[in-house]
């Protein structure tokens, strides 16, 4: 099973502000990696696939990168709706299919 | 607009079966490239997928849960269903159905149902 690392647990930033937030793989994923956002009582919202294709609908302000076992989501500018938590999830070797245990944005 | 809408028991004893449907609307389960399944999330965890199912009967679960899980199908009804045997209260989750994209060579889950809270109790 592939296991998926994010770091920080918790990011604290303001608003207008970048955010990077960290996805390692334990083996190389590709290119074959996920980022999804949570807000608190909802389902996740799909971001990013294949580490850097924006979903339909998802602003420009949110870029992914990486690949092998390094990924990074940025959101260049943080705005109020973005507070969240965000995961990572792989899709290179399933099943299982297997995500990060998240990172929260929070604000500073 | 496609809607997936979970239904089912919100509370299960322990060593008994936890069972959920999954009703889709606003679009056909028999689609080509898309898989149905279901991820959980315990109370203030992660995300964990449970195990997907093709239109086709096909099914691929997570090897950790697969001895006492079953995900079938339904297309006349534009349903799927998850069964979960043996519960404990280690499976107290809030459960999502979703959808699931995968061509070979990308896998996303694009729909998801707005999540069930299932309780385990002894």
């Known amino acids: 099973e592939i296991v998926m690392t994010q770091f920080p647990a918790t990011l604290s930033v303001s608003p207008g502000e970048r955010a990077t937030l960290s996805c390692r793989a334990s083996q190389s994923v590709s290119s074959n990696l996920a980022w999804y956002q949570q807000k608190a009582g909802q389902a996740p919202r799909l971001l990013i696939f294949g580490a850097s294709t924006r979903a339909t609908g998802i602003p420009a302000r949110f870029s992914g990168s990486g690949s092998g076992t390094e990924f990074t989501l940025t959101i260049s500018s943080l705005q109020s709706g973005d507070f969240a938590v965000y995961y990572c999830q792989q899709y290179n070797n399933w099943p299982p299919l297997t995500f990060g245990g998240g990172t929260k944005v929070e604000i500073k | 607009q496609l809607q997936l809408q979970e239904s089912g028991p919100g509370l299960v004893k322990s060593s008994e079966t936890l069972s959920l449907t999954c009703t889709v609307s606003g679009g056909s389960i028999s689609t080509n490239n898309y898989y149905w399944g279901w991820i959980r999330q315990p109370p203030g965890k992660g995300l964990e997928w449970i195990g997907s199912?093709?239109?086709?009967?096909?099914?691929y679960y997570n090897p950790s849960l697969k001895s006492r899980v079953t995900i079938s199908v339904d297309t006349s009804k534009n349903q799927f269903s998850l069964k979960l045997s043996s519960v404990t209260a280690a499976d107290t989750a809030v459960y999502y159905c979703?959808?699931?994209?995968?061509?070979?060579?990308?896998?996303?889950?694009?729909?998801w149902g707005q999540g069930t809270l299932v309780t385990v109790s002894s």
């Open positions: 199912i093709y239109y086709s009967g096909s099914t």
């Open positions: 979703t959808r699931h994209y995968y061509d070979g060579d990308y896998l996303y889950f694009d729909y």
